[in-house]
DNA sequence: CTCGGACTTTGGTCATACCAAATTGATAAA
DNA sequence: TTTATCAATTTGGTATGACCAAAGTCCGAG
């Protein structure tokens, strides 16, 4: 049980939000793990009291809190503590960028930078790759294969696939970026027309991918991963990748 | 002028927020350009009778928005609209990013990051600089070197050079993220020793890289990238670098 | 036309109230 | 004892209304 204490009252300063200071508090609370992964925060009643403010200030600082990623908070329901990682920085990101998604080449400067950092990766995998690394690529790889002729699940196996080249590199900023593309541009190939010729086409590009990884080529490899992205883009309907 | 008329009063979701319709309002009337970039919302008294909700509810309004990067509020002061741009959003991580980094290895994670990026940066400049992005690479250059001896200076000149790795790409998003790079990561350096000498040891270090990409090779490049990073991460005192 | 200063508007905060959903606790059924 | 059930209580979402201090407006003196 948490010592229920007031908070001495900070100085009042005219420049600042009242929520700041009760942000920062509980900011403290969660980084000194007062208040650990998983808890819920107390009442808003309770903290009124406790930092000797209104509700509507507790509202506010919760909701500051929220945007942060420091609580989750789904409405009528109390807001739960939870320590923050790369994950749900990048869905801090969530509102902004389907808005700059929505701008003109918003989609193709995000896609870009996808095959930017994904050349990278599969460069860097290329030199430094552990036998178990290849192993598990190579396991995607089937996996991939065996779900040529199952449209829906095909997909799942191509992000699969790729996702390897993230978790290589043992980065978790990587994996979390990861996650972000397949969310943010996931959604443009959802609608794009399958069929299991254009899956065994992917699939071949992903298998000259790591075969020249296997090869130890670099150069190969990049411009294997290349010409797939290529083609992935040519697969958006005009109308999508243009807006 | 905006035209003065009621909204159509949403039905009323029981799982919805209130806010969140007249965050959608809000939203439309941005991409609409409705409300214009740089233009102040209108007051909260006004819209809590457009939208036939408290003030409440749009105060909360305007705090999504603002958390969104869509909107710009400073206490005491008429939010004013704002079109949406990758360094906004950048500036909605800054929160989480900045907890994130107090985290064991976080800083580390970050800069590799950071390198991983930069390499792909300065291969692919390698490959693809025309005339006049050399020309900006060797004048970055040139004023690095005039800056050696302006301990103060010379870490602008500094992250210009690096910067210029980023403009050369044409991505927006590589530009926000650069910004977001120094942002997040210079503070650590800011507080390190500076000599003459160190700052002559780093513009060479910025010219064989310059020079790698004038011979388009693109491993030397990487190579010299590599080593100006590895030696600016030792830079770092310990007791920053490991927390 | 500029500079102050009085007046009005508006954002920040508080206090209070009501409702519906969530939580809790007691109770009945298995 | 365990579990299913339902009423009582707590709590989050929203609405009102009020007050203050800072920001914005407007007008008259110089």
């Known amino acids: 049980m948490i010592d229920e204490q007031k908070e001495p009252k900070p100085e009042s300063n005219p420049s600042e ?14 980084q000194l793990d007062v208040l650990h992964d998983g808890e819920m925060l107390p009442s808003e009643r309770d903290m009124m009291e406790r930092f000797s403010v209104s509700r509507t200030v507790i509202r506010e600082a919760t909701h500051i809190l929220s945007s942060r990623g420091l ?39 995000l896609f870009d930078t996808r095959i930017f950092m994904e050349v ?34 095909f997909y799942e196996t191509d992000m699969a696939f790729h996702r390897v080249f993230y978790t290589i590199s043992k980065n978790p900023i990587a994996e979390a970026i990861h996650k972000a593309y397949m969310t943010w541009l996931g959604p443009r190939w959802k609608m794009m027309p399958r069929s299991a010729d254009r899956n065994q086409f992917n699939f071949e590009s992903h298998k000259a991918i790591f075969q020249a990884i296997l090869m130890r080529d670099p150069d190969l490899a990049e411009a294997a991963l290349r010409f797939h992205m290529k083609d992935a883009w040519a697969q958006i309907p005009k109308s999508i990748s243009e807006n």
Chains 1, 2 share one sequence.
């Open 120 to 153: 990278g990766l599969v460069r860097s995998a290329t030199e430094n790759a552990t036998k178990d690394d290849l192993q598990a690529l190579k396991a995607a790889l089937d996996v991939n294969e065996a779900a040529i002729f199952e449209i829906d699940k």
């Open 17 to 30: 939000r009242a929520a700041s200071s009760v942000v920062r508090a509980i900011e403290k609370d969660i």
């Open 71 to 109: 609580v989750e908070s789904r409405p009528r329901f109390r807001p739960t503590v939870k320590k923050p990682n790369f994950d749900t920085a990048m869905g801090a990101l969530e509102g902004i960028v389907h808005h700059l998604l929505n701008e003109a080449g918003g989609v193709k400067n």
